[in-house]
């Protein structure tokens, strides 16, 4: 099975798809990688889930990549006291005053409680606290470590268990949870591929991740405090790729700025040869509807257009009516945008110069050889997957074909722009290499005799890292290799 488009589509699982019929008819839909949010799953849901992809993997004979979403910390408002229509909220008008503190006592309208030391130690005056998902605004006047005084900059209600967010504060708390630690563990020991960070806010939090993963997973950093953009290219040095999780940075950021901080994530991201996911209310209307807004579909296509290497669903797929009808909408999308003739002129914008290494400078030759010479497909020999990753750094608009004999390789390239996956035990020798890359390209239909292909891989074979071939081979009758 293979796909007739280069980006690739990250499905959430919930109760509208968390079936294993479901599962199925989602990825024959055009789901490459299924996401797993622990805000909602325990560790059996994410047992059985697991098992369930990987049945649908093993039928289908295609590798598919699964990604556990940590919860992160949630910063929440304690229990306000009913009042007497018996519902637990407060009214504030513009410039009302109010005190939240740490006691363990309902709160009223002159002081709330707000559980959270952290948001003690590190807000400061003139630092903004963000309620119910931006809803409500206030300024800190004041703050001593045990009581912080702020004013209403909006008209609204401030209720029980709100989430706070705090834009302006560094606050001094890692990234992960009592619960998340646990639920890493557990991801990675059940063989998922990706684990997602929530809450980064520095390059210290990835570290954290990667250090208890010990490379048994790959961390994708989700971007959504103004502290993880400010420290943008260190966190995207040190993690395997990065989500613009959109929802959350346009609270914590002017919605105006959001557009333009996710393209130069992307930027970012491309540069660095890391895969990069653009999520949130990518197609939010088809929760509840069959088709799109137009506005959505452009901004699925901006996406596209921008050289992203996956655009996500979440809600749609996971808790809405049309999950099935989302992929597909979502598929047929980034096929009439790749199809487009000012796609490639569009993609090369973003392209810059390759690292001065040998295994960046034979990509980019694989590229600008497939193009010239107009050959039919790319195959990249790899073992840890690097080899793959910088072909596809390079945005060719010829198919990339990314051998491996590691399953967990496969799996983690399935988020990745442009690479079609294939198993297949490492080559005896250089003619090995080059018939199988023949046979293989002409199996998966993407080559047809008498066509040519370009092979790239490390030699001595299984190095990692060590990219420093190019071979052009005629496809003979039958895929075998031709003279």
Not at 150 to 160: H, P, Q, V
Request: hydrophobic residues 40%; charged residues 25%; aromatic residues 4%.
């Amino acid at each position: 099975m293979r796909r007739n488009r280069k980006v690739k589509i990250l499905a959430t699982l919930g109760p509208s798809s968390d079936s294993p019929e479901m599962i199925e008819r989602l990825f024959k839909a055009g789901a490459d990688v299924f996401r797993i949010n622990m805000s909602h799953a325990s560790h059996e849901k994410m047992k059985e889930l697991h098992s369930a992809i990987r049945k649908v993997e093993a039928e289908n004979g295609r590798p598919i990549g699964i990604l556990v979403d940590l919860q992160g910390p949630k910063l929440r408002l304690g229990t306000i006291k009913k009042d007497a229509n018996k519902e637990d909220k407060i009214t504030l008008s513009i410039d009302d005053e109010i005190i939240f503190d740490m006691k363990d006592e309902e709160g009223n309208d002159k002081r709330i409680p707000l559980p959270h030391p952290e948001i003690f130690k590190g807000v400061e005056e003139g630092h903004r606290l963000l309620i119910d998902d931006g809803k409500m605004t206030l300024i800190v006047t004041k703050n001593t470590p045990e009581e912080i005084t702020a004013i209403a900059k909006t008209n609204g209600t401030l209720s029980s268990r709100k989430g706070v967010s705090l834009p302006d504060s560094l606050l001094p708390m890692g990234a992960m949870t009592e619960k998340d630690f646990a639920d890493l563990d557990y991801a990675v020991n059940q063989g998922v591929d990706w684990i997602a960070l929530s809450f980064v806010q520095r390059v210290e939090d990835v570290a954290q991740a990667r250090k208890l993963a010990r490379g048994r997973a790959s961390i994708l950093a989700k971007l959504e405090k103004p502290s993880a953009i400010k420290w943008l290219d260190d966190i995207i040095e040190v993690s395997d790729g990065v989500m613009v999780a959109r929802g959350d940075l346009g609270v914590e950021m002017p919605v105006e700025q959001v557009p333009g901080i996710q393209k130069r994530i992307t930027m970012a991201a491309r540069k660095a040869g890391k895969p990069v996911v653009i999520a949130t209310q990518m197609l939010e209307s088809m929760i509840t509807t069959p088709v799109p807004t137009r506005a959505e579909v452009s901004d699925v296509a901006s996406a596209v257009y921008d050289g992203a290497d996956a655009v996500m669903l979440s809600a749609e797929s996971a808790a809405g009516d049309y999950p099935i009808e989302a992929i597909e909408t979502m598929d047929r999308i980034a096929q009439e945008v790749e199809q487009d003739e000012l796609y490639s002129e569009a993609i090369n914008n973003y392209l810059t110069p390759p690292e001065p290494t040998g295994s960046d400078a034979i990509a980019a030759a694989a590229k600008t050889v497939s193009e010239t010479v107009n050959l039919s497909a790319i195959v990249c020999y790899t073992s840890s997957g690097s080899t793959g990753v910088r072909v596809a750094r390079e945005r060719p608009m010829q198919p990339i074909l990314a051998f491996t004999p590691i399953v967990a390789t496969a799996r983690r390239l399935a988020l990745t722009w442009g690479l079609h996956c294939v198993l297949t035990s490492d080559p005896e020798n250089l003619d090995d290499m080059v018939d199988k890359a023949c046979r293989i390209a002409f199996r998966e239909g993407f080559a047809r005799p008498g066509q040519r292909v370009i092979i790239t891989a490390g030699i001595p074979l299984g190095t990692p890292g060590a990219t420093n071939m190019l071979r052009i081979a005629f496809v003979g009758d039958n895929g075998t290799m031709g003279s």
